[in-house]
């Protein structure tokens, strides 16, 4: 089975440009996160989907950012004017439910640098 | 809000000794869920093991286990008999478990990161 996949695995861009980062969950998860890890700082959730829905998107830094999940199948984050506080590391996970101590299955993380 | 922190930026042990990372958490919720993560060079986060707040007995898998204190909030990772290939970050991470809390979220700590000497 296919775990959870990223593209692109590095990006780097000037400050201005427009990235879109995207993530195809395990199959069958319903609820996706997009979570960031900024240098040398902690791991920072930005939101939750489920299925296509947002649920929750209080992490999000600002409306430069823009997450959707067509059809509930993969999530694109668009940043758009990038700035450089935004390089950093962003993570995808999903699973099957939010109930329990159930798994958060991660994909390998884009790294974004902005120049 | 909750908080993780993670006061050991780096480790390092000896292969084939034990080393513990320490993860401490601040919460006024009593049923949650702690999680142990780490983080291979190729940047994959994998789970390591987890620890449901309700539960005295502490989680063990295989060399991996940990000393959950809830009356302190402390929650360290014990690696017995180190190998290369624990080389690695590793997280340790909170979630909720109540009502609208209870997204699945996951609150970091900020990685420890261990190096294994041959």
């Known amino acids: 089975e296919a775990g959870v996949t990223q593209f692109p695995s590095h990006s780097v861009i000037e400050k201005g440009q427009t990235v879109t980062l995207r993530c195809d969950p395990i199959?069958?998860?319903?609820?996706l996160y997009w979570y960031r890890r900024v240098m040398g700082k902690e791991i920072k959730f930005l939101l939750h989907f489920v299925k296509e829905s947002k649920q929750d998107e209080s992490g999000m830094p600002n409306n430069r950012f823009l997450a959707e999940r067509t059809g509930g199948t993969y999530s694109t984050l668009k940043v758009q004017p990038a700035e450089l506080e935004d390089s950093g590391v962003y993570f995808c996970?999903?699973?099957?439910?939010?109930?329990?101590?159930?798994?958060?299955?991660f994909g390998q993380g884009t790294r974004l640098t902005v120049v | 809000a909750q908080t993780v922190t993670q006061s050991q930026p780096e480790m390092s042990v000896q292969e084939a000794e034990t080393v513990t990372l320490s993860c401490t958490y601040d919460?006024?919720?009593?049923?949650?869920?702690l999680f142990w993560y780490k983080q291979p060079p190729s940047r994959q986060m994998i789970l390591v093991i987890r620890?449901?707040?309700?539960?005295?007995q502490n989680a063990t898998e295989n060399r991996f286990s940990v000393n959950f204190q809830k009356a302190a909030k402390s929650f360290s990772l014990k690696i017995s008999d180190s190998q290369l290939g624990d080389a690695a970050m590793y997280f340790c991470a909170y979630r909720s478990s109540y009502g609208s809390s209870n997204t699945g979220k996951l609150i970091f700590g900020q990685g420890t990161t261990l190096q294994v000497k041959p």
């Open positions: 199959s069958g998860h319903d609820n």
């Open positions: 620890q449901e707040a309700y539960k005295q």
């Open positions: 996970a999903s699973s099957q439910m939010t109930l329990g101590n159930t798994e958060a299955f």
């Open positions: 919460t006024s919720e009593s049923d949650y869920y």
